[in-house]
């Protein structure tokens, strides 16, 4: 079966971004083994102007904990991945990735729920995911370069096995195709990184607590911590009350999951 053809609007995304993001280049590549490692190794290299990189392929993407990233089923236009590479100056780093969630959810359906710290959620399946990495700029007072890295599963995924059932876009918005996915995402993702470097998380908060999958819910932490989600605060810590009391989690290396609900009868 021939690969679709894919009509990225180029032009179109380089006319939106330009004013929010000056110099910024937009790439397509037929395939790659990851987005986010392309721009670090570019930004390892000192290439660090803004980037917005789309792959109709990835061979080899990544999610957080060193984890594979298996989207779309294999066909280039299954998913949409693609890294957005920029020099930030934030006061404080502190829920990042929590932001980007928010651009990404908001841009697309109103239903979409956010799993802290990275995760889309839809009825209890997981839609997309999200990487951030940072690497130094090699010059001095430009902060750090921001590799910001999105999978959104645009189709079916075929098979079993995953640890986290897959929902795909087109179940929310029937026809919609990779690239007119990115149009949605692309300028109110800068835009909100754009913010977020200004003011941080704490004025995204509320419009994040209104998508919190995990507020109210039994977890469980990596640690076996177990008790009730409870929000996150300020700086996009997720809150949550145990037995031993309140306890702020600061860490994004720290994976949480409900927990499943004790069964009976």
């Known amino acids: 079966m021939p690969h679709p053809t894919l009509a990225w609007p180029l032009d179109a995304l380089r006319t939106q971004l330009a004013p929010l993001l ?7 590549v037929a395939g790659i083994d990851s987005t986010n490692s392309e721009l670090m ?36 236009g299954g998913a949409l991945a693609f890294s957005l590479g920029l020099p930030l100056v934030p006061c404080d780093w ?44 090699g010059q001095p007072g430009t902060g750090r370069y921001a590799v910001i ?3 959104v599963n645009i189709a079916p995924l075929p098979g079993e096995g995953f640890a986290t059932p897959p929902a795909w876009l087109q179940e929310l918005l029937p026809g919609i195709d990779a690239p007119a996915t990115l149009a949605r995402i692309a300028a109110p993702l800068v835009q909100t990184v ?38 996150v605060g300020p700086g996009g810590e997720l809150r949550v009350h145990t037995p031993a009391g309140l306890r702020e989690v600061h860490s994004a290396e720290v994976s949480v999951r409900p927990q499943a609900p004790q069964g009976g009868g």
């Open 22 to 28: 000056p110099g910024v280049a937009v790439e397509v």
């Open 41 to 76: 190794r570019r930004a390892r290299a000192g290439r660090t102007a803004p980037t917005l990189l789309v792959a109709e392929l990835q061979t080899a993407g990544r999610g957080r904990l060193g984890r594979g990233w298996q989207s779309g089923d294999g066909e280039r």
């Open 94 to 137: 502190s829920g990042l990735s929590l932001a980007v969630g928010l651009a990404v959810a908001e841009s697309l359906h109103p239903d979409i729920r956010l799993k802290w710290p990275n995760d889309l959620w839809w009825q209890g399946r997981k839609l997309a995911g999200i990487l951030v990495e940072t690497a130094g700029t």
């Open 149 to 151: 890295g999105i999978g």
């Open 194 to 231: 754009r913010g977020f470097e200004q003011g941080g998380f704490a004025p995204l908060a509320e419009r994040f607590a209104a998508r919190d999958l995990l507020a109210g819910q039994a977890v469980r932490l990596s640690d076996g911590t177990e008790g009730v989600a409870q929000g």
